[in-house]
């Protein structure tokens, strides 16, 4: 990617997997099914794209969603057509992190990454992010209830080794990510919240989404009032 814009702009990277490429929530899918676990990820991806949707029509463009894509194959696939499209790269998680916010910090000095399990993170706070990264010395991070992290925001280059040194899906991934970055700016929180991986993190999430106002949101909170009342719960 050249860098071509000609002022700071911020983007916003969701990292997601093509469904019938990659499996998808497989720890989900062990209790509700894999047909269940692939109806929540959709609303997910509607949801968050609902959420980011009107960044695209602010004159100018401050803010730019990006899908950061898995799988190289995935690109093209018709479910990445509404934001730009970058591969997340070869190698594990640190490795597909570092790659794509070096990436886009290229192209356009701020970077947000995000998941794709997170569909109750507002715009609101998707803004304040924005905002906080105006001092480039501030990085942002979104706490996860499971001691992992939902969003991680920066507007300064990372060496890769920060990112390679951190151990991903553990109860201290987020805390050994702020012990690395310390030394390079300050950090800045974002209330915690709930990624789904499980079952048991649906409640929680219904309940971060009870103020919730956009129809995707609200639509994910009733498909999870009828998942945890046993109606559509099977294994596929």
């Given at each position: 990617?050249?860098?071509?814009?000609?002022?700071?702009?911020?983007?916003?990277?969701?990292?997601?997997?093509?469904?019938?490429?990659?499996?998808?929530?497989?720890?989900?899918?062990?209790?509700?099914?894999?047909?269940?676990?692939?109806?929540?990820?959709?609303?997910?991806?509607?949801?968050?794209?609902?959420?980011?949707?009107?960044?695209?029509?602010?004159?100018?463009?401050?803010?730019?969603?990006?899908?950061?894509?898995?799988?190289?194959?995935?690109?093209?696939?018709?479910?990445?057509?509404?934001?730009?499209?970058?591969?997340?790269?070869?190698?594990?998680?640190?490795?597909?992190?570092?790659?794509?916010?070096?990436?886009?910090?290229?192209?356009?000095?701020r970077v947000i990454l995000i998941g794709a399990d997170a569909?109750?993170?507002?715009?609101?706070?998707?803004?304040?992010?924005?905002?906080?990264?105006?001092?480039?010395?501030?990085?942002?991070?979104?706490?996860?209830?499971?001691?992992?992290?939902?969003?991680?925001?920066?507007?300064?280059?990372?060496?890769?080794?920060?990112?390679?040194?951190?151990?991903?899906?553990?109860?201290?991934?987020?805390?050994?990510?702020?012990?690395?970055?310390?030394?390079?700016?300050?950090?800045?929180?974002?209330?915690?919240?709930?990624?789904?991986?499980?079952?048991?993190?649906?409640?929680?999430?219904?309940?971060?989404?009870?103020?919730?106002?956009?129809?995707?949101?609200?639509?994910?909170?009733?498909w999870i009032e009828t998942t945890l009342t046993g109606e559509?719960?099977?294994?596929?």
């Amino acid at each position: 990617m050249k860098r071509i814009l000609r002022y700071q702009t911020t983007a916003i990277a969701v990292f997601v997997k093509t469904p019938g490429i990659t499996p998808l929530k497989t720890r989900l899918a062990d209790t509700i099914g894999k047909e269940s676990a692939l109806a929540f990820y959709d609303l997910c991806l509607e949801a968050i794209q609902k959420t980011l949707s009107p960044f695209r029509q602010s004159t100018p463009a401050l803010v730019y969603p990006y899908w950061a894509v898995a799988e190289k194959q995935g690109l093209s696939d018709h479910r990445w057509n509404d934001f730009n499209r970058v591969w997340q790269g070869n190698g594990d998680l640190g490795e597909r992190l570092h790659h794509v916010y070096s990436t886009l910090y290229f192209v356009h000095g701020r970077v947000i990454l995000i998941g794709a399990d997170a569909p109750q993170l507002s715009q609101d706070a998707l803004l304040e992010t924005h905002h906080l990264l105006k001092d480039k010395n501030k990085f942002v991070i979104g706490p996860a209830r499971d001691g992992g992290f939902y969003l991680f925001g920066g507007a300064k280059a990372l060496p890769q080794h920060v990112w390679n040194s951190v151990a991903y899906s553990q109860p201290s991934t987020c805390d050994e990510l702020v012990t690395k970055i310390k030394s390079y700016g300050e950090v800045a929180y974002l209330p915690t919240l709930t990624d789904v991986d499980v079952y048991e993190d649906l409640p929680n999430l219904k309940s971060e989404l009870q103020n919730s106002q956009m129809p995707t949101q609200m639509e994910m909170m009733n498909w999870i009032e009828t998942t945890l009342t046993g109606e559509c719960i099977w294994k596929t």
